[in-house]
């Protein structure tokens, strides 16, 4: 077998079994081996990329507003922490100095139709440690709910956060503790302009690159195809959006209705679940691809030998 009888260029593409017939060049049979040796270079960068899933997969999204969204309630939920200046946590602060400056409550609100259940709910540090230095609600009294809205059937539950001044009370707060700071340093602690109730919010989203659900701080529904011949399928979902609503009162509210929180956040469920559909590539789609581009340089080699022999 000569270099000539390479030659996948000759008689037109019209192979015979008669290697005597074959009209073989050198051109051509340099032409084959170039072509050959591009598409098994290819195909080598391909498995490279598909075995360290390093090739794009498809990606759709949606966003649809349900009826109903719900999610149970977790420890790293929710962070929250009051920074009386730029990163300045008051936590340590009140630590520090042994006095107490602000009281923060939490409850859980369930509400059907008319009637509701508020319930209070402790707060602890974060054990998450991307929630170092937060504080998180407990859950351990209501572990049988979820953080819900479903507007059809007129059912929805929130989060609330209160914050008092330590020496204050109303039908809420009724205790005062025995270190509160006095009302000038309360004072100086509100109305710094760069004081503020910072939160963390959890979501999770799917890693496309690792293939594993990651869990980040700001409701997602993710469809996940993957498989090299056989794909299955996966499906995760956590919140993505969250309704927050801030309201701050002063002496003429506490005057009017009895209540002294300074501060009242409200967390609850948005009613739009976004849909995400992530499909990898399959090893017969490499093949695919490999054979399109040998296809597409057979073609032009054949055009470069009809070139090279006019």
């Known amino acids: 077998m000569g270099f000539k009888d390479l030659d996948q260029f000759s008689s037109f593409f019209q192979f015979s079994f008669d290697k005597s017939q074959r009209k073989g060049t050198v051109t051509g049979a340099l032409l084959t081996v170039i072509v050959f040796c591009i598409v098994l270079g290819y195909f080598i960068y391909l498995l490279l990329l598909f075995s360290d899933n390093q090739i794009d997969p498809k990606y759709a999204s949606q966003s649809f507003v349900q009826d109903q969204v719900g999610i149970s309630l977790q420890e790293n939920l929710v962070g929250f922490r009051y920074e009386y200046d730029t990163n300045q946590s008051l936590d340590d602060l009140q630590s520090k100095q042994n006095q107490t400056y602000l009281v923060f409550q939490t409850y859980f609100l369930f509400q059907n139709g008319s009637n509701n259940q508020l319930i209070e709910l402790n707060y602890t540090k974060c054990s998450d440690p991307q929630l170092y230095g937060f504080n998180c609600f407990d859950f351990s009294q209501i572990q049988d709910q979820q953080l819900l809205i479903s507007t059809q059937a007129n059912i929805f539950s929130s989060l609330y956060i209160f914050v008092h001044r330590c020496s204050d009370t109303d039908q809420f707060k009724q205790f005062i503790p025995n270190n509160c700071a006095n009302q000038t340093q ?14 963390n919010f959890y979501t999770s989203q799917f890693n496309m690159t690792s293939k594993k659900q990651q869990v980040n701080y700001r409701s997602q529904v993710t469809q996940v195809k993957q498989g090299s011949l056989f794909q299955r399928e996966d499906f995760f979902s956590s919140p993505i959006q969250y309704n927050v609503d801030h309201q701050t ?24 679940v976004q849909y995400i559909k992530i499909q990898y590539p399959t090893f017969p789609e490499i093949l695919a691809l490999c054979n399109s581009t040998l296809t597409l340089l057979m073609c032009v080699g054949f055009i470069g030998k009809i070139i090279q022999e006019s």
Do not use: M
């Open 186 to 199: 309360i004072d100086q602690i509100i109305n710094n302009p760069y004081a503020n109730l910072r939160f």
């Open 249 to 272: 009162f002063d002496e003429q509210f506490s005057q009017r209705t009895g209540q002294k929180q300074i501060l009242q956040v409200t967390f609850e469920l948005d009613e739009i």
